[in-house]
């Protein structure tokens, strides 16, 4: 009878279990993402809020409504698919919701996994959580699978050639993973930058233009994990100050664009230090006794600056200076398991953002399709230029081919990490 009672008991707790998780998907992926949901209802399933800010006043736009996809495009898009696996990749989606809840959005996961970290530590184990490794000196980060660069390579290719045409420059720039290519584990059980060095050998071969900022940062002999946060996947706000700078003396000397270098000379800028203030990404996973929290720089301008900002999904339309590119809301409180400072800069990841500059009425439109690294780049990147739209194609669902003819801009960047790789999203430039 006892043990019957404990089996009963076993799977009552199974079932309460999976039913969060599932409760939670569900919340977080239709009733908030699909449908802007904010409630009594969705704050009560997560009133633990393990990670997770429901946005205020989010705008639900259709983009395809504004930029609509033609047939003619469908053509660049069906090249992608027949590269990449596309019911692979809807399973492997599938699988990583499921597994992203099981690990991420149990009811108080943080306690629980405490509770499993000081047990370890008791027994004399020093494991990290799920794919989390330490890289030897304290700093974080998770592997990336070996992708075959072929699909993207096309995508990136056609997207070339469709600008040729309408006479628009075209980049495509390879962000550093945090995993240097002088780490033991690249190339044994981590293929980020084999899958760089493959991606630059494909697009070298169809004359794609291309920056690869790990070359720089070899040139420049810069230490590679220190330009990282520690608990973080990301590059630093400083690094971001560094790659715009890279990017402007690219751009004046092969686009002939005209960007005042001195606006990427850290010496023009003011770095306000939040001590202690940042628990990253990789840090939430294994907790604050396995990764102490981290500064926190939040860099702005000396010199004077004046910006109109647009953000539709936020509903945001002001104009001021540098610090209207900055979401305070991320730096007035310091919650290290439900906020990320990261998301601070340019309002974090947006499907549209459009920047124009009124100090520099002569300069260039450039559109950047970037990730999360670029959202420290793109703010001082627009202190040269006259107009900069930002799209992140993991959340617009226009057409790109669309938006380019109706904004005309004279060049358009393609700016990602190697992480990017497997997203066949990311690389639709339909």
């Known amino acids: 009878m006892t043990r019957n009672l404990v089996v009963r008991s076993c ?63 469908d053509t660049a898009n069906n090249t992608i698919k027949s590269r990449l696996s596309g019911l692979k990749q809807r399973i492997t989606a599938i699988e990583e919701v499921i597994e992203g809840y099981t690990r991420d ?12 970290v000081r ?3 008791t027994v004399g184990w ?32 056609e997207l070339y050639g469709f600008l040729q045409g309408l006479g628009i420059d075209f980049l495509y720039v390879q962000c550093p993973y945090k995993i240097a290519p002088g780490d033991p584990i690249s190339g044994t059980g981590d293929f980020s930058n084999q899958n760089a060095d ?26 590679h994990h220190a330009l990282f946060y520690k608990t973080d996947h990301h590059w630093k706000a400083e690094t971001g100050l560094w790659a715009g700078g890279v990017l402007m003396d690219h751009l004046n000397r092969n686009y002939g664009f005209g960007f005042d270098l001195d606006r990427a000379d850290p010496q023009g800028y003011h770095y306000a230090l939040y001590r202690n203030w940042f628990l990253g990404s990789l840090g939430k996973k294994v907790t604050l006794l396995q990764a102490p929290a981290e500064d ?18 936020v509903n945001l339309d002001t104009r001021g200076n540098f610090d209207i590119f900055i979401d305070h809301f991320w730096l007035d409180t310091q919650d290290y398991y439900r906020l990320s400072p990261y998301g601070a800069y340019m309002y974090g990841d947006r499907q549209v953002i459009m920047v124009h500059n009124f100090l520099a009425p002569e300069g260039k439109k450039i559109l950047l399709i970037k990730d999360s690294f670029a959202d420290v780049v793109s703010p001082f990147l627009s202190t040269g230029t006259a107009d900069l739209h ?20 004279d060049m358009v960047m393609v700016m990602y990490n190697p992480s990017a790789m497997g997203n066949e999203k990311m690389f639709d430039f339909r």
């Open 390 to 409: 930002i799209l992140d194609l993991r959340h617009f669902n226009g057409s790109i081919r669309s938006y380019i003819e109706k904004n005309k801009p």
């Open 126 to 157: 020093n494991f990290l959580n799920g794919d989390v490794i330490d890289l030897g000196d304290g700093y974080l980060s998770e592997v990336e699978e070996k992708y075959d660069p072929a699909g993207y390579a096309a995508s990136l290719a």
């Open 198 to 223: 493959d991606l630059w050998y494909a697009l070298s071969m169809k004359s794609v233009p291309y920056l690869d900022l790990r070359k720089n940062i070899r040139e420049e002999g810069l230490e």
């Open 11 to 73: 799977v009552v707790v199974l079932v309460l279990f999976m039913g969060s998780i599932l409760l939670r998907a569900f919340t977080q992926n239709v009733l908030i993402e699909k449908l802007y949901m904010d409630n009594v209802f969705t704050g009560t399933v997560f009133f633990d809020n393990t990670g997770m800010k429901i946005q205020q006043n989010i705008v639900n736009i259709n983009w395809a409504q504004f930029y609509p996809f033609s047939d003619v495009s």
């Open 105 to 116: 959005n149990l009811v108080n996961r943080i306690a629980f996994v405490e509770w499993a």
């Open 119 to 121: 047990y370890e530590k």
């Open 296 to 313: 926190f720089t939040l860099i702005t301008p000396r010199f004077d600056t004046d910006f109109s900002l647009t953000i539709p999904e």
